[in-house]
């Protein structure tokens, strides 16, 4: 069965160049952009709902415009950063210079999410906010930047999965391509990014505002975000089964590759880095439990 062509979508949706200067606008830079607007303007609409809390909203709309700044700083900072810490330490250690360099692509979901926790923390302090209640509107906002960066991860052609014979194999270019050793005729992927967007966005999203809107779990602070936890860290941990392995993790020669990588299989980086947030959700959902 021939796999799916992928689709000719440009990486860049314009490029304006003026005087030798260069400026590129790119899905994934746009999927950011509307990502946190959108969660901007959710949690302000949730915290002037009255009927969501059991007293007094926990911020004002006004204290969420101020929150978003943090935001970003923690999705970038914290991002880029957890890609370099996590992925290529190597590489940056020798040439970091290029650290720096965002444009080039390279972001952590795992070190964005750090660096997202600890803006909140501290934001969270600095307004007396109540910290949990913080937490669960950030994690009901959080699955429409996980769902539309997937999307941009698609269109890029980065992130593919693993070889497949299923009739909804993708055939990417490049790389992708050229690295399916062994296999005859046009090699198709799992469009493991797509996985991701259902799973970690549209999934995720619509439990977290049906328990919102509907069960009232914003009364019991820490719960939303127990449930954000451990639904994106079990999607991720699945979908990282088909998925293809990083590449730094399994070179040969490398003991901590052969480990994670044994026959191409086992726990990935992304597996790793999920276990702690299962753990995490679990133990926020049965806190929340306990004191309801």
Not at 50 to 61: A, D, H
Not at 188 to 216: C, D, N
Not at 268 to 284: C, E, K, N, R, V
């Amino acid at each position: 069965m021939s796999p799916i062509p992928f689709p000719d979508i440009s990486p860049e949706i314009f490029r304006i160049d003026l005087g030798g200067i260069s400026f590129a606008l790119r899905w994934y830079a746009l999927a950011y952009i509307v990502g946190l607007i959108a969660g901007w303007k959710l949690i302000a609409r949730m915290v002037s709902t009255p009927r969501l809390w059991p007293g007094k909203p926990p911020m004002t709309p006004a204290q969420v415009e101020s929150l978003l700044t943090w935001v970003i700083l923690g999705v970038v900072l914290g991002g880029r950063l957890g890609f370099v810490l996590f992925y290529q330490p190597g590489y940056y250690l020798q040439n970091p210079g290029h650290i720096l360099r965002v444009w080039e692509g390279g972001m952590s979901f795992h070190g964005g999410f750090l660096g997202v926790v600890v803006a909140g923390v501290i934001f969270a302090r600095r307004e007396a906010i109540p910290m949990l209640s913080l937490a669960d509107l950030m994690a009901i906002v959080a699955p429409i930047g996980i769902f539309l960066g997937r999307i941009a991860n698609f269109i890029n052609a980065e992130l593919w999965g693993r070889p497949t014979s299923l009739p909804w194999g993708v055939a990417f270019p490049g790389t992708a391509a050229q690295t399916c050793e062994g296999i005859t005729g046009i090699c198709a992927r799992h469009p493991s990014q797509l996985y991701e967007a259902l799973l970690e966005g549209l999934i995720l999203f619509a439990a977290l505002l049906y328990v919102t809107w509907r069960k009232g779990w914003l009364a019991t602070p820490g719960r939303i975000a127990g449930l954000f936890f451990a639904g994106y860290g079990a999607g991720r941990f699945l979908v990282e089964f088909v998925r293809q392995p990083d590449a730094q993790f399994v070179t040969e020669g490398n003991p901590l590759g052969l480990a994670l990588h044994l026959g191409g299989y086992g726990l990935t980086m992304g597996q790793i880095l999920s276990l702690p947030m299962i753990a995490a959700g679990l133990w926020f959902i049965a806190r929340a439990r306990r004191s309801a």
